[in-house]
């Protein structure tokens, strides 16, 4: 049996400039962090002829070609599994569409399980860049790479996506007082929505394919606030890092008008005149988590529960994708 584990993430800034739309034009930046909300993946060899799923659907089919589950599908095609014995189960701490990336976390956490099945080690870089060929030239979903990177390798980490289709990975050197001062005043809270990013993604991608130039200055002011954001926590200045996130949110809801919505811009309201300094959307928008960097963590947790939102709180992990069992 193979048990593995993919971190979940939130975005820090530069959002939407890993985009190839963008990036192979201007070149993107995304600072990024994993936390320790996890989506596991099982794989267990059976003496039954066959292949059985469980997410939240389960098939039990014969071929790979049979298979539902896009992602599953191609990983196994793309592997060359043939006429399988085998059984895949995947597990989430949250569920999808809501914002923080777990689409990319599962694919990391297949990819990575079905390497182990068969004996062989892929490096991080290479498992992120696999993911990334599987959801976006493979299934054609209009997605950037930064979740299956930040997932692949975890940590607070700064991807810069360059034009050549390369990316540069670089850890974020902060102390461990601004670390600890990120862990204890940024707070996630659900806003109820679930939804997918493609249609929102899908509007940025071909506006920038376009290149409409309302979206594009957008993107390159949002890419200019997370080089920003880095520096506001490398010289451990979180206050300026909150500021930046509120500066980044009401550039993002620019973007789309599905970005947000009445509910979440009252939500958002409360947050900012009850002890947050900013906030954001995570993820493409729409709907998933509020995050906000507080001031007065315990006003802001008391007002935004009185609203009806639950708080998710977490840590920061440092592992990115790993095997949690092979025997």
């Known amino acids: 049996m193979i048990i593995t584990r993919s971190p979940l993430r939130i975005s820090l800034g530069g959002g939407g400039t890993d985009l190839s739309s963008y990036y192979l034009e201007n070149e993107g930046f995304v600072l990024s962090a994993a936390i320790d909300k996890y989506i596991y993946v099982t794989i267990n060899k059976t003496f039954q002829e066959g292949i059985f799923l469980k997410y939240n659907k389960i098939e039990s089919i014969k071929s790979i070609v049979e298979i539902g589950h896009p992602i599953i599908r191609e990983s196994l095609k793309l592997l060359k599994f043939e006429s399988p014995k085998i059984e895949i189960t995947t597990l989430a701490d949250i569920p999808a569409g809501t914002g923080l990336g777990s689409s990319g976390s599962f694919t990391t956490a297949l990819l990575k399980a079905l390497y182990t099945f068969r004996h062989h080690h892929i490096p991080q870089n290479e498992l992120a860049e696999l993911a990334c060929h599987i959801e976006i030239d493979k299934l054609c979903e209009p997605i950037g790479k930064q979740d299956q990177y930040i997932a692949a390798i975890g940590g607070l980490t700064s991807f810069t996506f360059q034009k050549n289709n390369e990316v540069k990975i670089e850890p974020l050197q902060i102390n461990m007082d601004t670390l600890y001062d990120l862990e204890d005043n940024l707070l996630l809270f659900f806003t109820g929505f679930s939804r997918s990013a493609g249609s929102i993604l899908k ?114 992990d440092f592992e990115g994708t790993k095997v949690v069992l092979s025997s």
Do not use: C
């Open 203 to 316: 509007d940025q991608k071909v506006k920038s394919l376009n290149h409409n130039e309302e979206m594009l200055t957008n993107l390159h002011y949002v890419k200019e606030l997370g080089y920003r954001s880095k520096e506001a926590l490398l010289n451990g200045n979180t206050i300026l890092f909150g500021e930046i996130m509120h500066e980044h949110w009401e550039h993002k809801k620019r973007r789309s008008n599905g970005m947000s919505n009445p509910k979440i811009d009252e939500w958002y309201e409360i947050g900012m005149k009850n002890g947050a300094i900013g906030g954001k959307l995570v993820g493409a928008g729409g709907g998933g988590f509020l995050m906000f960097m507080a001031h007065d963590k315990n006003r802001l947790r008391k007002a935004m529960v009185n609203s009806g939102l639950e708080e998710v709180r977490f840590k920061f």
